[in-house]
């Protein structure tokens, strides 16, 4: 028996570019950091994978609410998210990005230190393996986790993003830009 679900995308203008956000009727499930047909084939994969179903549709009323939380999170106006999720993964990559939304706003854990966190003293490569995963970013703050060193390694949107972020929660000051 295959189940099937439809899911609703809208694309938002942001300050580090075009987010294309994916949700079902049990909540946000996706957020990827670009626009165009190039992100919807490859929503309809991941839907396809995930949900059996490759029933897409834009729907802008869908995500307002999410839309609107992020607009107040990169005005530096919000904190924290209570948008309901849907997650999909694995149980320890759930277990991870639960972690993740302990990480306080302004605040940064190592990968050792989360996997020290789920019990798993070694599991810092599946740690950053789970990050990567992580397929709602922002909401599940994988921008919050840095190297051991203190280096801001590892964000799939890229480091100028991630290092945007944390300037908006105020652990990097602010970057000099140039007019």
């Not at 639960?98 to 706003?105: A, G, Q």
């Not at 605040?107 to 810092?124: H, L, N, T």
């Not at 480091?159 to 602010?174: N, R």
Request: proline share 4%; charged share 25%.
């Amino acid at each position: 028996m295959t189940r099937t679900a439809n899911l609703y995308y809208s694309v938002m203008e942001s300050p580090v570019g075009p987010m294309t956000l994916a949700c079902t009727k049990k909540g946000l499930c996706r957020i990827d950091y670009q626009a165009g047909d190039s992100v919807l084939r490859n929503l309809i994969r991941w839907s396809r994978q995930h949900f059996l179903t490759d029933q897409i549709q834009e729907d802008d009323q869908a995500l307002q609410d999410v839309k609107q939380q992020l607009d107040e999170y990169f005005r530096g106006e919000r904190k924290s998210f209570d948008y309901p999720l849907e997650l999909v993964g694995t149980s320890f990559q759930k277990l991870v990005w639960k972690t993740l939304r302990n990480i306080p706003y302004g605040e940064v854990r190592s990968y050792k230190e989360i996997a020290q966190m789920i019990g798993s003293p070694k599991a810092v490569r599946a740690i950053g393996g789970a990050n990567n995963k992580n397929h709602i970013p922002i909401i599940i703050p994988c921008h919050r986790v840095i190297g051991s060193n203190g280096a801001l390694v590892g964000y799939g949107g890229g480091l100028h993003i991630k290092e945007h972020l944390l300037e908006i929660e105020g652990y990097l000051p602010m970057s000099s830009k140039k007019a």
